[in-house]
C-alpha cells in the first residue's frame, strides 16, 4: 500500500530564511502527489500538485516542490519565509494511484521573527 | 464560488452521548470524503462517496460510525454512541471525478 513519511515533526526558521520540508513516498509507479497546508482551527489549503510532467511544480503562495522519482521524494521549498508561513504542512500521496490523497503525519513549521 | 462547509465547528458532549457532523459539499462535485484527523496527525480517511454510493467505507468503525449522503449532495457523519477516544477533527472534502480533493473547516470533537 502507498504511504508517506515526513521525517522532520517541526522546523524552525527565521522570517526571511528558505525553506525546505521533506516528503517521502512509497509507491509503486508515478504517483499523485500533493502538498496541503494547516493554519490553525482551519480545514486543509492545497498548495500544490503533481500528476505528470514537469518534476518542478509551481504552487501558490510561493511554494515550490520538485518529484524526484530517483529518491522517492517531493519536498516542498521557499525562498523566503513569512511570519505568515507559520502552519502544518501535510504531504499526501494518491491513494492506488488515484486522486485521493493518503497523507503522512505532518510537518509543523515555525516562523521565528 | 462558496467552499465544503461543514457544522458544527465544535461539539463537546459526554461520552456515551450521540452526535453528528453535516457537510455540504462544493456544488457538482461528485465526490464526498469524510476523514478524521487525530491531534498531531495526518488526516485518514473514513469514507468515500461516490454520487449517493458510499464506495470505500473500509476503515469506518462501523459498529458506532454511520454516514449518508442522501441524494448525493450533503453528507452526515453520525457517531452513537461516542467514546473517549473519538475526540478529533471531522474532515469532509468534496472532489469533480479525478481531481483533487478541496477540504473545509472541520468539526473539533470533544468528549467527557
Known amino acids: 500500500a502507498q504511504s508517506v513519511t515526513q521525517p522532520d515533526i517541526h522546523i524552525t526558521v527565521s522570517e526571511g530564511a528558505s525553506l525546505e520540508l521533506r516528503c517521502n513516498y512509497s509507491?509503486?509507479?508515478?504517483?499523485?502527489l500533493f502538498w496541503y497546508v494547516q493554519s490553525p482551527g482551519q480545514g486543509l489549503q492545497l498548495l500544490l500538485k503533481?500528476?505528470?510532467?514537469?518534476?518542478l511544480v509551481q504552487g501558490i503562495k510561493g511554494f515550490e516542490a520538485e518529484f524526484k522519482r530517483s529518491q522517492s521524494s517531493f519536498n516542498l521549498r521557499k525562498p523566503s519565509v513569512h511570519w505568515s508561513d507559520a502552519a502544518e504542512y501535510f504531504c499526501?500521496?494518491?491513494?492506488?494511484?488515484?486522486?485521493?490523497?493518503?497523507f503522512g503525519r505532518g510537518t509543523s513549521l515555525i516562523v521565528h521573527p | 464560488e462558496a467552499g465544503v462547509v461543514q457544522s458544527p465547528r465544535y461539539k463537546i458532549i459526554e461520552k456515551k452521548q450521540p452526535v453528528a457532523f453535516w457537510c455540504n459539499p462544493i456544488?457538482?462535485?461528485?465526490?464526498l470524503y469524510w476523514y478524521r484527523q487525530n491531534l498531531g496527525q495526518g488526516p485518514e480517511l473514513l469514507i468515500r462517496?461516490?454520487?449517493?454510493?458510499?464506495?470505500?467505507d473500509s476503515q469506518l468503525p462501523k459498529d458506532r460510525f454511520s454516514a449518508e449522503r442522501l441524494k448525493g449532495v450533503d453528507s452526515t457523519l453520525k457517531i452513537q454512541p461516542a467514546e473517549l477516544g473519538d475526540s478529533a477533527v471531522y474532515l469532509c472534502?468534496?472532489?469533480?471525478?479525478?481531481?483533487?480533493?478541496?477540504f473545509g473547516q472541520g468539526t473539533r470533537l470533544t468528549v467527557v
Open positions: 472534502a468534496s472532489s469533480l471525478m479525478d481531481t483533487e480533493a478541496f
Open positions: 509507491y509503486g509507479a508515478t504517483p499523485y
Open positions: 503533481y500528476f505528470s510532467g514537469d518534476t
Open positions: 499526501a500521496v494518491g491513494s492506488g494511484g488515484s486522486y485521493i490523497p493518503t
Open positions: 456544488s457538482g462535485h461528485n465526490t
Open positions: 462517496y461516490e454520487n449517493e454510493e458510499a464506495v470505500d
